[in-house]
């Protein structure tokens, strides 16, 4: 399709900060999975399943303003990341390969497979290793502002070439604790959502607090750095996912301010035809700045899925 315009006290304090500020009918959650304790939401009570995966810097939050209009006709699952928000964050790597097995594990923990599969952002191996790891647990693939290792991505931390500096800090062993631990609001505030928003007022107070939270917690940036260390060096293992078993799964690639990167990417990483919507005037944080028409272009897609699923 071408592309269309358009500690115990510390824990029970921050889930009863999130609880506070979550939309009506969205209820909290926990899965023991993998070796971990993943913190998920969910609403919805029919229609086939979307998984929600988000990218940095956020968490489940990000997602906030869609869950409730995706619900209206299906069961949407929406997930921290190992390290990120109120998800655990222990020693060890929390790189992409460990994400896509926790996610896995969380799918058969939920008995939900297949699902339809978002990811955004630096969550692109992540929901990639799952789709061509395990085909059997993704039904579609959205893929939102998103890219990946050894198609392109790593150049974005180039800044000699205009890359990101925020992607070098985070990857280098020790510095997003120097220089980021007890500036986690500023650093979003002053950065990282103004720098690549679109939509005016689109990012509000309440949204950076409940962010900034999760990364304030002890070792709240472990999730991050482990994902852009990975994305690094993971560009070659990521080619051979591609090559096989390949992505095969129907896959819609929804740009924004990153133009036509998603739809370039996932054209050359998949194995089948890519659906393509590029949403104007909207930053990088797609899902709160047009969570209209990100519905929109979402359950246009999966509906279609659905509907060519039934009739196979």
């Known amino acids: 399709m071408s592309i269309v315009e358009i500690d115990t006290q510390a824990v029970f304090l921050r889930r009863s900060m999130a609880t506070f500020r979550t939309p009506q009918d969205i209820t909290h959650h926990r899965a023991d999975v993998n070796g971990t304790s993943l913190h998920y939401v969910s609403a919805g009570t029919s229609g086939s399943p979307i998984l929600l995966v988000h990218g940095f810097p956020e968490s489940w939050w990000a997602f906030h303003r869609l869950i409730p209009l995706l619900a209206?006709?299906?069961?949407?699952?929406?997930?921290?990341?190992?390290?990120?928000?109120d998800s655990d964050n222990p020693p060890g790597v929390c790189?992409?390969?460990?994400?896509?097995?926790?996610?896995?594990?969380?799918?058969?923990?939920?008995?939900?497979?297949?699902?339809?599969?978002?990811?955004?952002?630096?969550?692109?191996?992540?929901?990639?290793r799952l789709t061509t790891r395990h085909p059997e647990d993704v039904r579609s693939l959205t893929a939102i502002e998103m890219g990946l290792p050894g198609f392109g991505l790593e150049a974005l931390a180039d800044?000699?070439?205009?890359?990101?500096?925020?992607i070098g800090v985070l990857a280098a062993p020790g510095i997003p604790e120097l220089l980021l631990t007890g500036r986690?609001?500023?650093?979003?505030?002053?950065?990282?959502?103004?720098?690549?928003?679109?939509?005016?007022?689109?990012?509000?107070?309440?949204?950076?607090?409940?962010?900034?939270r999760g990364y304030a917690r002890p070792d709240g940036w472990r999730g991050a750095a482990g994902l852009y260390r990975s994305m690094l060096r993971e560009g070659p293992e990521?080619?051979?996912?591609?090559e096989s078993p390949g992505l095969n799964q129907p896959?819609?690639?929804?740009?924004?301010?990153?133009?036509?990167?998603?739809?370039a990417t996932m054209s050359q990483a998949a194995s089948t035809a890519?659906?393509?919507?590029?949403?104007?005037?909207?930053?990088?944080?797609?899902?709160?700045?047009?969570?209209?028409?990100?519905?929109?272009?979402?359950?246009?897609?999966?509906?279609?899925?659905d509907k060519a699923s039934s009739h196979a």
């Open 72 to 85: 209206a006709t299906h069961r949407v699952f929406a997930v921290d990341l190992r390290g990120f928000g």
């Open 184 to 212: 986690e609001k500023e650093f979003l505030s002053r950065y990282a959502f103004p720098s690549m928003t679109a939509v005016p007022r689109a990012i509000l107070d309440t949204d950076i607090e409940e962010f900034s």
């Open 274 to 305: 890519i659906s393509s919507v590029q949403l104007d005037g909207v930053g990088h944080y797609v899902a709160l700045e047009a969570p209209e028409q990100l519905t929109e272009a979402i359950l246009s897609f999966v509906d279609n899925v």
């Open 238 to 242: 990521i080619r051979e996912l591609a």
């Open 95 to 128: 790189d992409s390969a460990t994400s896509a097995a926790d996610l896995h594990h969380l799918i058969a923990h939920l008995d939900i497979g297949p699902v339809h599969l978002t990811g955004q952002d630096i969550s692109g191996a992540t929901v990639f």
């Open 251 to 263: 896959v819609l690639a929804v740009g924004a301010g990153g133009g036509t990167f998603t739809h």
């Open 159 to 166: 800044v000699t070439h205009g890359g990101a500096w925020h």
